[in-house]
């Protein structure tokens, strides 16, 4: 931990150190994975899966999945506290030039993408509760948000954390909601889209559904996120059992909401129902509620939304600030404010970056081609999560007298695992981007396109290491 003399003389530390409670970590993995997600997922789960049986299989898989990769990184994340999470890993296996492409990507489009299309989406269901009578009502209320939530992060972890805490709460309440409405409809004996739905589906019960994958595919992505945990781990109090424990909990909390929240879904709309819904958390609470269902619904995705930009917007500053600390020429990055106990500068860019985004959506069709453009990069996200997956196994071999206070069980079988997912998952984004385009161009190239640009910026860069 490096220091540095205030004007008395004192040395301060300049780097993360302990502040987070298991509470806050478990509030910020949560809070990252549950988002708009589950409010559409299921639908299309319902669809490829073709029978309630298939269909919570594929969400308890995806759990069980989820569980496997927070293990492996249960391992790397206590044997290398770091604030740079993934990077850290990809820098320690691979060396710094992966490691900056990594991060590069993270910038340009991953982390500040995500931030700012959650905006939209926060934005647009701001805007159905509280018009503003303007064309560009979700862009204002996006910025806004960012605006907002980028202030409580300058002020602190402590600040961003507690933020964090109330928004999962209240995330989670929505999910409850919904939960109570399936249960509303059971109570009042409106079972018979289930019974119609078990009807149609019991002879597609004895196979293997042909598009099984396909509903896993949008499984996992609903469950992404738990990975972020990696970059709170040089501030988590009891670092090397709080981690572990906080991937733990976090995943089995948010696996159990998720399949209360499908039987929800399938109680009261049937699975027929789900397959054929385009909004289906909306459809359900119309069906328990009525008109005000609606309502409650726009609420519970503006929460879900802003839930997530908070616990983007701090795992996402750190990875800008490992990167600060690695290239002097970004040093100014790298400055890890002591008094808020952040990366204040990091956090500034970051959210800069991401209004500027916002910008570019207000003016331009963010339906198309700037949530196209994101959504292509997905490729490029499971590229380096393998990379850091199999990193287990490089790090194992490049450092075998490093202290592993936690060491993934079943090793080497259960990181196999892992990364066998990995690539399922990076297969399964090449052929989606492959055969969809983005302004003429064929969307794989999207991700090349980013890999490039960020290795002409490395090949700019000065090639003295880090001081």
Request: glycine share 10%; with cysteine; aromatic share 12%.
């Amino acid at each position: 931990m490096s220091a540095a003399p205030n004007a008395a003389g004192v040395p301060v530390r300049s780097s993360p150190h302990e502040t987070l409670g298991l509470k806050e970590a478990i509030a910020i993995i949560v809070g990252i994975v549950i988002g708009a997600g589950i409010f559409k997922a299921p639908s299309l789960v319902a669809n490829f899966a073709g029978s309630e049986v298939w269909m919570f299989a594929v969400w308890i898989a995806g759990g069980i999945i989820s569980l496997i990769g927070a293990l492996c990184y249960a391992e790397l994340a206590t044997a290398y506290p770091n604030a740079g999470g993934d990077y850290h890993f990809l820098r320690r296996a691979y060396g710094r030039s992966v490691s900056f492409l990594f991060a590069w990507a993270r910038f340009s489009v991953i982390t500040t993408g995500s931030i700012a299309l959650l905006g939209f989406v926060f934005g647009d269901y701001t805007a159905q509760l509280l018009p503003l009578g303007t064309a560009y009502d979700a862009a204002i209320y996006a910025a806004l948000a960012i605006a907002v939530l980028t202030w409580v992060n300058v002020r602190g972890i402590r600040a961003g954390a507690a933020t964090q805490t109330w928004l999962t709460v209240l995330e989670v309440s929505g999910l409850v909601l919904i939960i109570f409405a399936g249960l509303f409809l059971v109570t009042n004996g409106n079972s018979a889209p289930v019974a119609a739905a078990a009807a149609t589906t019991t002879s597609s019960t004895t196979g293997i559904p042909p598009m099984i994958g396909l509903a896993m595919v949008f499984v996992l992505l609903t469950f992404g996120g738990w990975n972020e945990a990696a970059y709170i781990s040089a501030e988590l109090k009891d670092e090397k059992r709080n981690m572990v424990k906080a991937l733990i909990w976090s995943i089995v909390l948010i696996t159990a909401l998720y399949l209360l929240v499908v039987w929800a879904y399938w109680h009261g709309l049937g699975l027929q129902g789900m397959a054929k819904s385009k909004a289906v958390a909306a459809d359900l609470l119309n069906v328990a509620f009525g008109p005000v269902g609606e309502k409650l619904m726009s609420v519970m995705v503006a929460v879900a939304a802003l839930t997530s930009i908070n616990a983007t917007m701090i795992v996402g500053a750190r990875t800008n600030y490992a990167l600060g600390r690695d290239w002097p020429v970004l040093g100014r990055l790298g400055e890890w404010d002591e008094r808020r106990e952040a990366p204040i500068v990091a956090v500034y860019v970051q959210s800069a970056a991401a209004l500027v985004l916002v910008l570019i959506g207000a003016t331009a069709t963010l339906g198309g081609g700037f949530k196209s453009m994101v959504e292509f990069t997905a490729p490029v996200f499971w590229l380096f999560f393998l990379l850091s997956g199999i990193s287990i196994f490089i790090l194992r071999r490049k450092e075998p007298d490093t202290p592993r206070p936690f060491k993934v069980p079943l090793y080497p079988l259960t990181p196999l695992v892992f990364c066998s997912v990995c690539v399922y998952m990076l297969w399964s984004s090449l052929n989606y981007v492959y055969n969809n385009e983005l302004g003429g161009l064929n969307a794989a190239w999207i991700g090349v396109l980013v890999l490039a640009l960020g290795g002409l910026v490395l090949l700019l860069l000065p090639k003295r290491p880090a001081v």
